[in-house]
C-alpha cells in the first residue's frame, strides 16, 4: 500500500508559475514510474508529466516547453515544475506512481491538489 500526497496547488495569473509535489508514503525505490495527471471539470483525466526512476521524463504536447518533471529518490518525491501558466490549465492536479512487482503492475493515486489559473 503507497499512500501519495500532493501539494503545491493555488491560484496563478496567466503566464505565472507553480511548482507541485508529490511525497510517497514510503521509499520510491519501490515505484517504476511516477506522472503527474489532471482533470478539470467535465473532462477526461489526462496525462501530464512522467518519469521513470532512472530520470527519463516524458510530457504531454501541450506542456512540452512549459513543464519540468523531476524525482527524488532519496525523499521519495516526485516534482512538476511548470511555467507559463494558462487558463486552460486549469484543473485538479494528481500524482500516480507505478509499481511493477513480478511483471504485475499497480498503481496508486495521491488526492489532487487544485490548481487555478486565472486573472
Known amino acids: 500500500q503507497v499512500q501519495l500526497v500532493e501539494s503545491g496547488g493555488g491560484l496563478v495569473q496567466p503566464g505565472g508559475s507553480l511548482r507541485l509535489s508529490c511525497a510517497a508514503s514510503?521509499?520510491?525505490?519501490?515505484?517504476?514510474?511516477m506522472a503527474w495527471y489532471r482533470q478539470a471539470p467535465g473532462k477526461q483525466r489526462e496525462l501530464v508529466a512522467g518519469?521513470?526512476?532512472?530520470?527519463?521524463?516524458s510530457y504531454a504536447d501541450s506542456m512540452k516547453g512549459r513543464a519540468t518533471i523531476s524525482r527524488d529518490n532519496a525523499k521519495n518525491t516526485v516534482y512538476l515544475q511548470m511555467n507559463s501558466l494558462k487558463p486552460e490549465d486549469t484543473a485538479v492536479y494528481y500524482c500516480?506512481?507505478?509499481?511493477?512487482?513480478?511483471?504485475?503492475?499497480?498503481?496508486?493515486w495521491g488526492q489532487g491538489t487544485q490548481v487555478t489559473v486565472s486573472s
Open positions: 514510503e521509499t520510491s525505490f519501490s515505484i517504476s514510474v
Open positions: 518519469i521513470t526512476r532512472d530520470g527519463v521524463t
Open positions: 500516480m506512481g507505478l509499481r511493477v512487482v513480478g511483471g504485475n503492475k499497480y498503481d496508486y
